[in-house]
């Protein structure tokens, strides 16, 4: 069964933090690099942070410094931790493995919404 639920986000204040989860099914999350992604209304969806099966990572310049990627490869999550939020971070937040494409499986996601 292909499953993606994305939990924790929710609305702070600028400079807050907030740590989001995806739980995902093995047949996406085995093996695979995964990343959360990011769309704000009337934007396209923008990959911020990958982490590869071996705990390599990587982020968007938007993020750098600010947000971590990390995985539990015996649970089949991955995290975002964000801190140091900013109103330009707001959007609905999804993870799904790398790459991915409009036609692939997509969760629900996780609004955060980041207030000025």
């Known amino acids: 069964q292909v499953q993606l639920v994305e939990s924790g986000g929710g609305l702070v204040q600028a400079g807050g933090s907030l740590r989001l989860s995806c739980a995902a099914s093995r047949t996406i999350f085995s093996l695979n690099a995964m990343g959360w992604y990011r769309q704000a209304p009337g934007k396209q969806r923008e990959l911020v942070a990958t982490?590869?099966?071996?705990?390599?990572?990587g982020y968007a310049d938007s993020v750098k410094g600010r947000f971590t990627i990390s995985r539990d490869n015996a649970k089949n999550t991955v995290y975002l931790q964000m801190s140091s939020l900013k109103p330009e971070d707001t959007a609905g937040y999804y993870c799904?493995?790398?790459?991915?494409?409009?036609?692939?499986?997509w969760g629900q996601g996780t609004q955060v919404t980041v207030s000025s």
């Open positions: 982490v590869t099966s071996g705990g390599r990572t």
């Open positions: 799904n493995k790398i790459p991915s494409y409009d036609h692939d499986y």
